[in-house]
């Protein structure tokens, strides 16, 4: 089955400054989706990419989808306190999810 | 707002005993999947219940199974518990055909001893 793989696993931020996790695989994606996981709570629905070369903006959120549909990323501008938690990606084939083991965000303030 | 709900939130439980946990999904929704979530990892994916039938099955032994129920509602059962079955439990909801991202409920963390 396809598997995706997140780096950074963690990631230590100023409140200000940016922040990117990168999610790629070894092969060709039909779609990834964007999940975040607050501390103790559950992964909620961000965004769900299926062209190729795809870029999406939700405020200060930036997802893009790479040309060979095999990376995608997450980039958040200015980081702030309430951005905290764990990003996931995932791609679903017939209804089946895959998930990475997530990229942790702690934001100094 | 009549997102996906579960119960219990929290269960603790003996090796070698059975759980079932329960999930409502979101009004409109009608197919269930389930996850498991160890500590500092990702969701991993259980099986998924459509139309009252089993559709996709994750890497999980027959320990694990679940039902689909008449109003879309599902159970999660785990018989012979292990220590290793400690995670939390969640569990998903969709609308059948439509790709898009699922909508997850809070959860049942269970804790075997």
């Known amino acids: 089955g396809q598997q995706v793989m997140q780096i950074p696993q963690y990631q230590h931020v100023q409140e200000g400054e940016d922040f990117t996790t990168y999610c790629n695989s070894s092969?060709?994606?039909?779609?990834i989706q964007w999940y975040k996981q607050r501390p103790g709570g559950h992964p909620v629905f961000l965004i769900q990419l299926v062209k190729s070369g795809e870029v999406k903006k939700q405020k200060r959120l930036t997802f893009q989808f790479g040309e060979a549909k095999k990376n995608s990323s997450l980039h958040i501008t200015a980081t702030q306190t309430t951005d905290v938690g764990t990003y996931f990606c995932?791609?679903?084939?017939?209804?089946?999810?895959?998930f990475g083991d997530g990229t942790t965000l702690t934001v100094k303030p | 707002d009549a997102g996906v709900t579960q119960s219990p939130t929290h269960l603790i439980k003996t090796r070698g005993q059975q759980v079932t946990l329960r999930c409502s999904p979101k009004s409109g929704h009608d197919t269930v999947s389930w996850y498991q979530q160890a500590l500092g990892q990702g969701p991993q994916f259980i099986f998924q219940?459509?139309?009252?039938?089993?559709?996709q099955r994750g890497n999980f032994p027959d320990r694990f199974s679940g039902h689909q129920f008449p109003n879309y509602s599902s159970e999660l059962n785990v018989n012979a518990l292990l220590l290793g079955d400690s995670a939390l439990y969640l569990c998903a909801s969709s609308f059948f055909g439509l790709a898009h991202g699922y909508t997850f409920g809070s959860g049942t963390r269970l804790t075997v001893v």
């Open positions: 995932a791609v679903t084939n017939a209804g089946k999810s895959t």
């Open positions: 219940y459509y139309e009252e039938e089993e559709r």
């Open positions: 092969t060709t994606l039909s779609n």
